[in-house]
């Protein structure tokens, strides 16, 4: 069954250094989400992605984060200057193209801890 | 603004026993309200959408409903298995837009 992926699984960085955090979204996927989940609370939405461009961004998405799919299948998210806050798992997410009412899959996630 | 509630926390139950999760939703209308687990560390994963002209959608053990007159979705696992224990996280959306997550309901069924 197809899937999202989602690499590296767990990424330690010092603050103020630039991740970058990778997905692969189901093939024929078209929208394409970024979500976080800070440790014991809820899931919460960052970033949307349709035709090579954001779609819709929350106020946690500020400068420091950035979105781009570099080629036909990956979909990475880069933070330019971590902080200590933007330790968290890092979900991605794919639905399909049917007037948008496909369900969103999301991937493993990658645990990000920020030192 | 918009929200969306889990009404409980947690939930406990008796192997066998139906599990009914609650989901609220204030100040707006999605079209859609989807249904995901979550195990510890895991991403949530995937287990049914319903649609706001539907009533109810079944799946195996699993059910949900869907009463725009309550602003309300409720998630029915039957015959409930210890396996079966996890975080359950109702997501509201509107068409390809954002899912806006609830608390989560953490299911534990003891056998």
């Known amino acids: 069954e197809p899937e999202v992926t989602q690499t590296p699984s767990h990424q330690v960085t010092q603050m103020g250094q630039e991740v970058i955090l990778r997905c692969v979204p189901i093939?024929?996927?078209?929208?394409f989400y970024w979500y976080r989940q800070i440790l014991g609370q809820k899931v919460e939405f960052l970033v949307s992605?349709?035709?090579?461009?954001?779609?819709?961004k929350s106020e946690i998405f500020d400068d420091q984060f950035s979105v781009e799919r570099p080629d036909g299948s990956n979909f990475t998210l880069k933070i330019r200057s971590t902080k200590l806050e933007d330790s968290a798992m890092y979900f991605c997410?794919?639905?399909?193209?049917?007037?948008?009412?496909?369900?969103?899959?999301f991937g493993p996630g990658t645990r990000l801890t920020v030192l | 603004s918009q929200k969306i509630e889990q009404n409980s926390e947690a939930l406990n139950i008796q192997e066998g026993k139906t599990a009914t999760l609650t989901c609220n939703y204030t100040?707006?209308?999605?079209?859609?309200l989807q249904w995901y687990r979550q195990d510890p560390g895991r991403g949530p994963v995937f287990l049914l959408l319903?649609?706001?002209?539907?009533k109810e959608k079944r799946k195996e053990r699993l059910k949900v409903t869907f009463d725009t007159t309550l602003k309300q979705s409720l998630f029915h696992i039957t015959a409930s298995q210890p396996a079966d224990s996890a975080t359950y996280l109702c997501?509201?959306?509107f068409g390809a837009g954002k899912s806006t997550f609830g608390d989560g309901t953490t299911l534990t069924v003891k056998p």
């Open positions: 997410a794919s639905s399909d193209s049917q007037g948008g009412s496909g369900e969103q899959f």
């Open positions: 093939s024929n996927h078209l929208y």
């Open positions: 992605f349709y035709n090579n461009e954001i779609s819709e």
């Open positions: 100040n707006y209308s999605p079209a859609y």
């Open positions: 319903i649609r706001e002209n539907e």
């Open positions: 997501a509201s959306r």
